[in-house]
């Protein structure tokens, strides 16, 4: 796990991109309701985790910049004892201050007005604070919002004259590229993905259902450690493989079907993220052998073309480029401007704290980036749909495969599932 260290440290990195006499506001979330009494399970805003460590809703960072002083401050809920009673504690100060290495603590209560005397010239001592950073996340999506883009407007209201900029991209430059410790909670989570995936194929079979081969998986990670996948399993059998984001997971799985299973788990919220295929009855066909070793020519090839200084916009040209050439020999297309006909994805994404996490894609590809290898072919009127990917970490002269050892060969798949 991290600790208080990692916090300091990546808080210190914050500090030197931002301006000077600066203010930043941060938010680690609120519940919110699923149906009558009953809320989803918190998720942390990850701008937030990776600035404080704290996964609690209703906590606010504030980061204050000023010349050579630099000062973090937490505001948390105090704690009630009857919502002790009924659900559990949250966070005491000092335990709050191990976690994060922030030892200005303040309850909720205090905000506002911690935030007037900083931004009021005749309250905030020498320094006057004249911008204030939120994180503004924002998406093409109807009705989105966030406790930042609310704050921002009410803000706006009551100090105009002080500037509001977005840290949101400035945050997303940091997570990036990962330091030594996040890199081992991924490997741990890749550790963790590879029993699970062992435990798929040790128990796969005809007549299942997607879901029931599916709760092996589920199984061996509560089991060992990681109580959560890092997003909703894909377990899609046949001529569901063809489609990208099936979850459904609820078909009986046939005789000689392929099975894509693409599935990850988190370890202090950093994910893995890997596809893997596994044949029902234990053996490929003929068939589905060809497409298979396709796919994973194509995996291996992309592997050995990454590294530092390549732009997203070069991978992806690259993989479509490939897999176009092997559509053709499958004798599915005849020209190469019809590969989106069997394949219709990027190559690849950044992942850390979140699946697809975020990334500065009009960047190149840094030393220290992790990435997902992804390629695939579907093919719905054969009913196969295969996809291979694996999590590697970008190096100065090429990339290292962090689920080298999730085996991906056939003969290795077949051997493994005959034992």
């Not at 009857?82 to 909720?108: F, M, P, Q, V």
């Not at 004249?130 to 883009?149: C, V």
């Not at 803000?155 to 410790?181: A, G, H, Q, T």
């Not at 996948?229 to 046949?238: C, D, E, L, N």
């Amino acid at each position: 796990m991290l600790t208080k260290e990692s916090f300091i440290k990546h808080r210190d990195r914050y500090f030197e991109i931002v301006q000077d006499n600066s203010l930043s506001i941060l938010f680690s979330g609120r519940l919110k309701n699923k149906t009558a009494d009953e809320n989803y399970d918190f998720e942390v805003d990850k701008n937030f985790y990776y600035l404080t460590g704290i996964n609690q809703d209703e906590v606010i960072l504030v980061l204050l910049k000023s010349g050579e002083s630099k000062k973090a401050i937490l505001f948390i809920e105090e704690n009630d004892p009857t919502y002790i009673k009924w659900y559990a504690r949250k966070l005491y100060k000092e335990e709050a201050e191990e976690i994060s290495g922030i030892d200005e603590i303040y309850y909720l209560d205090a905000f506002d007005s911690f935030v007037f005397n900083r931004l009021n010239s005749t309250r905030s001592g020498n320094v006057l604070y004249n911008t204030l950073y939120l994180n503004l996340e924002r998406r093409d999506q109807k009705g989105f919002t966030t406790l930042a883009l609310e704050y921002s407007k009410k803000f706006k209201k009551e100090y105009p004259d002080i500037e509001i900029k977005s840290n949101y991209n400035l945050i997303v430059s940091l997570r990036m590229v990962k330091d030594k410790e996040e890199i081992e909670l991924i490997k741990a989570s890749i550790e963790t993905t590879k029993g699970g995936i062992e435990a798929l194929m040790k128990n796969a079979k005809p007549g299942l259902y997607e879901y029931q081969l599916e709760s092996y998986y589920d199984q061996y990670i509560k089991y060992n450690g990681q109580k959560e996948v890092s997003f909703k399993t894909i377990a899609a059998s046949g001529v569901n493989a063809t489609v990208l984001h099936y979850s459904l997971n609820n078909t009986k799985i046939g005789e000689d079907e392929l099975v894509l299973f693409d599935l990850g788990t988190r370890t202090d919220f950093y994910i893995s993220d890997i596809t893997r295929m596994i044949p029902s009855s234990g053996k490929f066909s003929g068939r589905q052998k060809e497409v298979y070793e396709a796919v994973l020519r194509v995996n291996k090839k992309c592997i050995e073309f990454l590294h530092a200084g390549v732009t997203w916009k070069e991978y992806n040209d690259f993989a479509t480029d490939l897999i176009a050439l092997e559509c053709i020999n499958l004798g599915l297309i005849k020209d190469k401007g019809e590969v989106r006909k069997y394949y219709w994805h990027s190559i690849g994404h950044s992942i850390g704290l979140d699946t697809h996490d975020p990334s500065l894609n009009f960047e190149p590809i840094k030393e220290g980036m992790t990435l997902t290898v992804e390629p695939g072919i579907y093919i719905e009127e054969e009913k196969i749909g295969v996809r291979i990917e694996d999590d590697v970490l970008i190096t100065k002269d090429g990339c290292l495969v962090l689920s080298k050892d999730i085996i991906k060969e056939v003969k290795d798949i077949e051997n493994f599932m005959k034992k």
